[in-house]
């Protein structure tokens, strides 16, 4: 079936550097990929989405690049700072549809003082 | 103003008890759902509703049953609970068109 590969599992990174989070999806009708930010204790939150007619979007110090042909998408933050520390979920939509996700393991970002 | 609300926020039971978990939402949003994250902090979506209408249902016991009494309401209900159903349980809406979730801040069910 449909899956998203969400690597890594766990990201240290040190304040001020920058953090790289990488995804792989398997469903080639796939359009819409979100990324969500959860912090200890909340729900998901999104934080930058990217449809399949664009290969980059960049937010402040976010951005996302999609490639559809290898089927991968990353995040990206720059400058990191402490209250990035949360667990970042990428998604993948299944197919086109309006409705449901396929989403990856998660990634515990800490960012280091 | 709280968008996606959930109660209760904490609920500790024995195994084989029955509960409930409530979620409302004040934005107007169409579609809402019922998600599980375990201790590993996977989400597996379980059911979504769009106008009260069942569209999404996951493989899962039959012990859960949603109820979406109108758009704005989603509950969970869950029938002889087992030590596998502890887990936080999200609630979340959205606006198909747009895809962003809106999630509540979760339900933490444990079960002893």
């Known amino acids: 079936g449909e899956n998203v590969e969400q690597h890594p599992s766990t990201l240290s990174v040190q304040e001020g550097d920058s953090a790289v989070i990488k995804c792989t999806y398997s469903?080639?009708?796939?359009?819409?990929f979100p990324w969500y930010k959860q912090e200890l204790g909340k729900g998901p939150q999104l934080i930058i989405d990217?449809?399949?007619n664009v290969g980059e979007k960049k937010d402040q110090r976010i951005a996302v690049t999609l490639n559809k042909t290898a089927k991968h998408f990353s995040l990206h933050i720059t400058e990191t700072q402490p209250e990035d520390s949360a667990v970042y979920f990428c998604?993948?939509?299944?197919?086109?549809?309006?409705?449901?996700?396929?989403w990856g393991a998660g990634t515990k970002l800490i960012i280091k003082p | 103003d709280t968008a996606v609300s959930q109660t209760p926020k904490y609920l500790v039971t024995q195994m084989g008890n029955d509960k409930s978990i409530k979620c409302e939402q004040n934005?107007?949003?169409?579609?809402m759902y019922w998600y599980k994250q375990d201790s590993k902090k996977f989400l597996k979506i379980m059911f979504s509703?769009?106008?009260?209408?069942?569209?999404i249902n996951e493989t899962v016991p039959n012990r859960f049953s949603p109820k979406s009494p109108d758009k704005a309401h989603l509950n969970l209900h869950i029938n002889s609970l087992e030590l596998g159903d502890s887990a936080v349980y999200f609630c979340?809406?959205?606006?198909?068109?747009?895809?962003?979730?809106?999630f509540g801040e979760g339900s933490r069910l444990t079960v002893l």
């Open positions: 979340a809406s959205t606006m198909p068109n747009t895809g962003e979730l809106f």
């Open positions: 934005l107007g949003h169409d579609t």
């Open positions: 509703y769009n106008n009260k209408e069942l569209i």
């Open positions: 469903d080639s009708a796939s359009n819409y």
């Open positions: 990217i449809r399949s």
């Open positions: 998604a993948a939509s299944k197919g086109d549809s309006n409705y449901q996700l396929i």
